[in-house]
């Protein structure tokens, strides 16, 4: 049971653009969700985080929404770099317990 | 600050046999977790320690897997008997304690043939 989903395998962007990566979660409960970014050969490097009672986060280019009602949140890189290029993960978690892990999303930033 | 530290990186076994990963978190990380990443797939959250007690085991394979934090600092995951199925990526990371944030260690690669 897949209670967290990245539906987009891969994702290709120019450089200078904007990427968004989204995330869709079925569990009501979760009320902390982060995203992380992977290198080959590297654990998952934590990026930003946004608890459930917000639906905004910014941290220099990157910026997590969250829309409750939908179960869906989002990861916007502006503008996208050549070093963004990664596996993104998003996670989300109970109380601080219970973490669950979507699939990833490979960002290409094209130079 | 050093960050989590595993050993081996990389281990290849035969079906059947036992293997063991260590992990050394970051200093003051009271929270633990080791978790299985297979190729294609995300990590999945096999068992949470605070400090040198079991948060959440609920995903761990109990009949093969085993884990310990004694004294609350280093752990070690055991795999015994190995199946062609644990091939994958055992990935430990730590958290101070309250803090959702995990900070990951490089993994270690497991081959099992």
């Known amino acids: 049971d897949q209670q967290v989903k990245q539906n987009s395998p891969s994702l290709s962007v120019q450089e200078g653009r904007i990427s968004i990566l989204n995330c869709d979660y079925t569990n009501s409960m979760f009320d902390y969700f982060l995203w992380y970014k992977k290198y080959p050969a590297e654990g998952p490097t934590f990026l930003i985080s946004?608890?459930?009672?917000?639906d905004k986060n910014e941290d220099g280019r990157f910026t997590v929404f969250l829309n409750k009602s939908a179960k869906h949140l989002s990861l916007h890189i502006v503008p996208s770099q050549p070093g963004d290029s990664a596996v993104y993960f998003c996670?989300?978690?109970?109380?601080?317990?219970?973490?669950?892990f979507g699939t990833g999303t490979s960002l290409t930033v094209i130079p | 600050e050093a960050g989590v530290a595993q050993s081996p990186r990389y281990k290849i076994i035969e079906k059947r046999q036992s293997v063991a990963f260590w992990c050394n978190p970051i200093s003051g990380h009271a929270t633990l977790y080791w978790y299985q990443q297979i190729l294609g797939q995300g990590p999945k959250l096999l068992i949470q320690?605070?400090?040198?007690?079991?948060?959440?085991d609920s995903q761990l394979p109990k009949d093969r897997f085993s884990a310990e934090r004694l004294k609350g600092v280093d752990s070690t995951l055991k795999i015994q008997p190995a199946k062609l199925e644990d091939s994958a990526v055992y990935l430990c990371?730590?958290?101070?304690?309250?803090?959702?944030?995990?900070?990951f260690g490089p993994g270690t690669r497991l081959t099992v043939t």
């Open positions: 990371a730590s958290s101070l304690t309250g803090l959702p944030e995990q900070y």
């Open positions: 320690f605070q400090n040198n007690g079991v948060v959440d």
């Open positions: 996670a989300a978690s109970v109380g601080g317990n219970q973490f669950y």
């Open positions: 946004i608890s459930s009672i917000k």
